[in-house]
T-cell receptor
Framework: GAVVSQHPSWVICKSGTSVKIECRSLDFQATTMFWYRQFPKQSLMLMAT?????????EQGVEKDKFLINHASLTLSTLTVTSAHPEDSSFYIC????????????FGEGSRLTVL | KQEVTQIPAALSVPEGENLVLNCSFTDSAIYNLQWFRQDPGKGLTSLLLIQSSQREQTSGRLNASLDKSSGRSTLYIAASQPGDSATYLCAVRQGGSEKLVFGKGTKLTVNP
């Protein structure tokens, strides 16, 4: 199988606080993980590409200091939303590709962030 | 810049009907194309992956075709069931990149 797990599945926080979302590949090793953001009735927008042991590559327009990404191992990447504001409220989804790359990407269940 | 379009945006059919979802992309230099299913408030479930050298892939009642030269893919669902109700997303991966470019999806409702 190829299971990607995200935690938490939903989180509510106060404006100004930081929130960490974890993305784990449960039964495979992932050299590369991707973080997406999805607004209601919109498609997924790639935020950043995370490679194990190196700095993440951010897409144009994504603030790297606000969305901190760490890929410390072949099975775990984290996204930290720092000093969250209501406009950061969204659905965040991660995906991972296997070390032995078949070209297929596997997605987590998503994390719903609501900033009050 | 690759752009992916899915038509229709929404589709409602009676149970048992066969249906086709469409996906088009502007840059034919793709590595592969993937169809996903997304239930409300959930992540993405991979349905079918078609490599650029392939013409179609089948899984159960699902069949996906790819015409790279014309920039089109279709997802055929046979004998639709209420449990098929979901949003179906098409995504393409460019050659030399691991990034996926997504369409906005087709929201399918199968009425019992």
């Amino acid at each position: 199988g190829a299971v990607v797990s995200q935690h938490p599945s939903w989180v509510i926080c106060k404006s100004g606080t930081s929130v960490k979302i974890e993305c784990r590949s449960l039964d495979f090793q992932a050299t590369t993980m991707f973080w997406y953001r999805q607004f209601p009735k919109q498609s997924l927008m790639l935020m950043a590409t995370s490679n194990e042991g190196s700095k993440a590559t951010y897409e144009q327009g994504v603030e790297k200091d606000k969305f901190l990404i760490n890929h410390a191992s072949l099975t775990l990447s984290t996204l930290t939303v720092t000093s969250a504001h209501p406009e950061d409220s969204s659905f965040y989804i991660c995906s991972a590709s296997k070390v032995i790359n078949t070209g297929e990407l596997f997605f987590g269940e998503g994390s719903r962030l609501t900033v009050l | 810049k690759q752009e992916v379009t899915q038509i229709p945006a929404a589709l409602s059919v009676p149970e048992g009907e066969n249906l086709v979802l469409n996906c088009s992309f502007t840059d034919s230099a793709i590595y592969n194309l993937q169809w996903f299913r997304q239930d409300p408030g959930k992540g993405l479930t991979s349905l079918l992956l078609i490599q650029s050298s392939q013409r179609e892939q089948t899984s159960g009642r699902l069949n996906a075709s790819l015409d790279k030269s014309s920039g089109r893919s279709t997802l055929y669902i046979a004998a639709s069931q209420p449990g098929d109700s979901a949003t179906y997303l098409c995504a393409v991966r460019q050659g030399g990149s691991e990034k996926l470019v997504f369409g906005k999806g087709t929201k399918l409702t199968v009425n019992p």
